[in-house]
C-alpha cells in the first residue's frame, strides 16, 4: 500500500526538498493534498506533477487564482482556502503522513488537527510545538499520533536514542545540539548592529525559507530547537546542551550515563532527515550526497558565545517560567523578524524586543489550543506596539 501524503507549506524549503524525496520513490508515496501560502505558479507546477487530491491556498485571492489556471490546465485538483482547509487536508481520513512544513505558529492548528487524528505527523515546523509545548504533546498522545522529527538536529537525536522511549530517562544523560553558528559566528558583537536582511539570511551551509535564516544568525533558531528538544524527548532544560559546530557534519549527540557518546553524522542536507522521517524505520534513498570521510579536513567545536548570541539563553528561561512563556517568546520572534526583514527594526533589537515582550506578557492560561492561540495573538500585539517605540 502507498502512504498517502500531506505536505503543509509544500512551496517551500523544506516542502520542496519533501517533494523532491517523495519524487524519488513513486512506489511508496502518492501525494493526497499540498499546501502553500502565496505561491501560485509554483503550486500550480506541484500540482502538474504531483496530481493531489486537494492544494490550499492561505487567501481567497490566491485560491482564485490557482483554480483558474489549474481548470486552464486541466488538472483534477479541488483549490481549497485556509485556514480551516488546513485541518480537513491534515486530518482527512484517507491521508497516512502529514509533513508540518509551515513556518511559524500558523502551522500549530493544523499540526494539531493531525496529531488528534493519529496520523503519522513528520515535524519540521518547530513553532508549532514550541507554542503548543504540553498541550501538543497532550494531542498526540491522546490521538495516538506518530511524532517523528524532521529538524535535523532532532532528527539525529532520534536516531541516536535506544528504541524503546521507556528507557530513555534511566539511560540518557543528557543531549547536545549541534549549531552551525550562522552567518556572524566570528564577527565583533557590536559590529551586528547594522547588519542587513541579505547578508543576515546568507547561511554558511544551507539555503533554508527567510524567518529560519534570520533565526540562525541570532542563534534564536537553536533557542526554539532546545525548547522543541524539551517536548519531544521529555528532557528537563538542563538536559539540554548546545554546542557550535561549523562544519555541520555532526547532526546532533547523546550522552548516556556511562558517559558514551553516540552522534549522527552526514552531509548537511534536509532531504536526509525527511527520507529518514518519511520511512522510519526502514530507509529510502534521500538524493542526499554521501560524506567523503578522504575530503573531510577537520570538525571543530566551540561554545556559543552569550555576548555574540544573547537570545539563545532565553529558551532555558522560557521553559523554567510559566506554561506558555514559550509561545510568547515564539511571538514575539516571529514579530520581530518579520519587523527585521522589513527594515523596521535593526539587527540587534531582535533581541530587545524578545525581553521586553516576554517582560510584559505573563501567561496565565495556556492549558487549551484555544488559549494558546490567544496568548500568542495577544503578544504579538505587544510586540507590534513594541516596534513603533523602537528606533
Ligand atoms: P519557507 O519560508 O521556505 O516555507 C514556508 C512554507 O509555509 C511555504 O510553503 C509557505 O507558502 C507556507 N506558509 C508560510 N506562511 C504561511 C501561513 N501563514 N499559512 C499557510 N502557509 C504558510 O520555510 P522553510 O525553511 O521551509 O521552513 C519551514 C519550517 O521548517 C520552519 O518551521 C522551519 O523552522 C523548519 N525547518 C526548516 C529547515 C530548512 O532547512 N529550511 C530546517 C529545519 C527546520
Ligand atoms: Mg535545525
Redo the contacts with the bound molecule.
Sequence with gaps: MKQRLTI????????T?TLDVVARHPERYEVFAL?????VDLMLAQCAQFRPRYAVM?SAAHARQLAEKIKQNDLATQVLQ??DA?ETIASHEQVDAVMA????A??LAPCMAAARAGKRLLL?????LVVGGAVFMRAVRDGGATLLP???EHSAIFQSLPEDPATWHERVDHVLLTASGGPFRTREPASLRDVTPDEACAHPN?S?????SI?SATMM?KA?EVIEARWLFDLAPEQIKVVIHPQQIIHSMVQFRDASIIAQLGTPD?RVPIACGLAWPERIASGAPVLDFARLAALTFEQADAARFPGLHLSWQALCAAPGTTAVLNAANEVAVDAFLQRRIRFDQIHALNLATLESVLPSDADTLQSLLALDAQARAVAQQLVLGFN
Excluded at 512544513?101 to 511559524?104: E, L, P, Q, S, W
Design positions: 503543509l507549506g509544500s512551496t517551500g524549503s523544506i516542502g526538498s499546501s502553500a501560502a502565496t505561491q492561505a485556509a485556514p488546513l512544513a509551515i513556518v511559524g500558523a502551522g519540521a515546523n518547530k513553532e508549532a524532521i529538524d535535523s544551507f533554508m525559507g527567510r524567518k529560519i533565526d533558531n526554539l534536509m
